[in-house]
């Protein structure tokens, strides 16, 4: 059964699971208020979406002594695959229909160079300022971590605040303890209007 947790709070993740190397990191959300026409546009990566739909991608920033110093450590819609391979974005969901995840990141934990010691998740609203879109629009949001080799869920963090006014989140950390990997729940907002900005905060 997966471990639900709490803001703030931090958990082993390959100490509790031995031999734990391949993991599925998948993110979810929902628009507060659902359009007669769908939801499609939702995670569209470049500003496909038309109308009010909400444009929101999840990103992986991947830090070197909590420092980030090489583009291609940025993993995002528009560059997939991190340059090692340890990390994987399989793409925009365009549709976000169901209740499952609405992006998904493959991790080869074993692959992540020894330099890198964290691996921070965010999500932003793609064109925020101009539609004038933020995180109050977005209910059920959640990040999950699932072991690649049975699908089991290992943990599930839902973002349960008002983010009201916020248009980028910090959702989680994944960061090494000594030869361990660990867990820490972020969910913390921040008015950056892009994901350039929030990559800024590391530099």
């Known amino acids: 059964m997966a471990i639900v947790l709490q803001k703030g709070q931090k958990i082993d993740l390959t100490k509790g699971h031995p031999g734990l190397e391949k993991i599925i990191v998948g993110l979810g959300w929902d628009p507060v208020v659902k359009k007669a026409s769908g939801l499609r546009g939702l995670l569209g990566g470049g500003g496909g979406a038309g109308g009010s739909n909400m444009d929101i991608d999840a990103s992986v920033i991947m830090l ?3 420092k980030f110093v090489d583009k291609s450590n940025l993993i995002y819609f528009g560059n997939l695959k991190s340059k090692c391979g340890s990390v994987t974005h399989t793409g925009d969901n365009t549709t976000g229909d169901g209740d499952g995840d609405d992006e998904q990141v493959l ?6 160079p020894t330099n890198i ?8 609203i793609y064109d925020c300022v101009k539609r004038k879109q933020d995180f109050g629009q977005v209910e059920n949001a959640f990040i999950r971590v699932m072991n690649s080799s049975n699908n089991e869920e290992l943990l599930k963090f839902s973002l349960s605040e008002n983010y009201a006014g916020s248009t ?4 989680a950390e994944i960061y090494r303890h000594g030869n361990e990997w660990k867990f820490g729940a972020v969910g913390s907002g921040s008015s950056d209007a ?9 530099s």
Not at 107 to 112: A, G, P, R, S, Y
Not at 117 to 124: A, E, G, I, P, S
Not at 194 to 202: A, P
């Open 64 to 66: 070197q002594d909590d």
């Open 107 to 112: 991790i080869d934990l074993k692959k992540v």
């Open 117 to 124: 010691n964290k691996m921070v998740f965010v999500v932003n």
């Open 168 to 171: 980028s989140l910090t959702v």
């Open 194 to 202: 892009g994901l350039s900005e929030m990559v800024k905060r590391y």
